[in-house]
């Protein structure tokens, strides 16, 4: 797909859905935002809305911090 904003997928994704994810805010922070998804393949998904270009997120399991806004990364 051009002139789109793509990012690897995160687990648990599906396409054209609403999510969260954590985005990076430095090196040790990660903050929980809301993502609009878009179509998908197998390895990379499109974010219609939620993300800037060069936000980083976080693709592995995130489900045991379902409940923080923030998490601080070791």
Do not use: K
Not at 15 to 31: H, I, K, P, T
Not at 46 to 54: A, D, E, K, Y
Not at 64 to 74: G, M, Y
Request: hydrophobic share 40%.
């Amino acid at each position: 797909l051009n002139d789109t904003m793509q990012v690897q997928r995160p687990v648990f994704s599906q396409a054209m859905s609403q999510a969260q994810v954590y985005r990076q805010l430095g090196d040790d922070l990660v903050e929980r935002v809301s993502v609009q998804y878009g179509p998908a393949s197998v390895g990379r998904i499109v974010i219609q809305s939620g993300l800037q270009v060069g936000d980083r997120i976080v693709v592995s399991d995130t489900s045991s911090w379902r409940l923080a806004e923030r998490v601080r990364l070791r």
